[in-house]
């Protein structure tokens, strides 16, 4: 109580400070000095799978030098393709005068930019400053050349839905081979239970043992609550998991067999791409992609370019197609096998 009362007089005091300076006339002064140089420990970045953990490059900077009155500053570093006037960066707030990402992180951020994996890339880094309330001011600008590597790796969930098979069994991806893995499986009604493999062979499998996941061979078999899309969660590094209720996308309309207000479910790839897919035989007419069977969220349009509530897709012409939904890129595609 008694640190509550003098922290109460204390914000009075300062209140009525701030309130004396604007009754006098007497402007308060806060001082910033400018975003500072950055500079980087390399240009050119090494990055591999193996040295994931380490660090990729040091970025450091003076810190912000306030006067007068003591007011917040908030340092972000912005990172972006090479030529796109961090039109859309990504963006990490620091706290100290460097910045240290770690390989895995420089490589995600490469790939999250739709930079692809072997192919050499460039990024451009700056310091964005900015005191409050809105003075906001810039660095100089880094270009840093690395080539990132495909990080994925993947284990499997043979199970009841599939005849217990590892070898075909659907997988579950983990895009930064960190240990954490997730994936889409769709489960037929009384089809529930499955394991989790490293590799697809019984030579180790998890299942579960009070409540975590356990290679013990008292361990029971993982099940899902219910039929239908599963989003399956797997941290191998805590032997935890989770099993929640998942979104379905599938294509309608008139050039499926079966009309307009039924559904051809797709199917998730489990790939880090987040796209679903499904090869099926198509009629000359239209289309559209749907959400739980639902018009509430569905896409169409042209092109291969998806629109959310947009015009329907035509199929101009009758065949067997693979059709793939690209939600993250807003693409599609009609592939006549």
């Not at 963006?91 to 951020?109: C, F, H």
């Not at 489960?187 to 975590?212: C, H, M, N, R």
């Not at 935890?240 to 479910?265: H, N, R, Y």
Request: a neutral charge; charged letters at 15%; one cysteine or more.
């Amino acid at each position: 109580m008694k640190s509550n009362i003098i922290k109460y007089i204390s914000f009075v005091l300062v209140a009525i400070g701030l309130w004396s300076c604007k009754k006098d006339g007497k402007d308060l002064v806060a001082n910033v000095s400018p975003a500072g140089t950055l500079t980087a420990s390399s240009s050119t970045l090494n990055l591999s799978l193996a040295t994931a953990t380490s660090t990729a490059v040091t970025i450091t900077f003076p810190a912000p030098v306030i006067t007068g009155v003591i007011i917040p500053v908030t340092t972000t570093i912005q990172i972006d393709r090479k030529g796109k006037d961090f039109s859309n960066p990504t963006e990490v707030v620091v706290t100290s005068s460097s910045y240290a990402p770690k390989v895995s992180e420089i490589n995600a951020i490469l790939l999250g930019f739709g930079f692809k994996a072997e192919v050499p890339a460039e990024i451009e880094v700056r310091l964005k400053s900015a005191p409050a309330p809105n003075a906001i001011t810039y660095s100089n600008v880094l270009t840093l050349k690395a080539t990132p590597y495909f990080a994925a790796t993947w284990i499997y969930a043979p199970g009841a839905y599939q005849g217990w098979a590892p070898a075909t069994a659907d997988s579950l991806v983990s895009p930064d081979s960190d240990g954490k893995y997730s994936g889409i499986i769709s489960f037929p009604a009384g089809q529930f239970e499955f394991k989790i493999t490293p590799k697809k062979s019984w030579d180790l499998s998890y299942g579960v043992l009070a409540g975590a996941l356990s290679t013990d061979g008292s361990a029971g078999n993982l099940a899902a609550p219910k039929a239908g899309p599963q989003l399956i969660n797997v941290d191998l590094n805590t032997k935890t998991f989770s099993i929640v209720e998942a979104d379905l996308w599938s294509m309608t309309g008139s050039a499926t067999p079966l009309g307009w207000g039924s559904d051809i479910d797709m199917k998730f790839i489990n790939d880090g791409k987040n796209t679903w897919k499904v090869t099926v035989s198509l009629l000359a007419g239209e289309l559209k992609f749907r959400k739980n069977h639902d018009y509430g969220s569905n896409y169409g349009g042209t092109g291969g370019n998806l629109v959310f509530n947009g015009g329907n897709i035509p199929v101009s012409e009758a065949g067997n197609y693979t059709v793939t939904f690209d939600i993250p890129n807003l693409k599609y595609t009609l592939v006549k096998n």
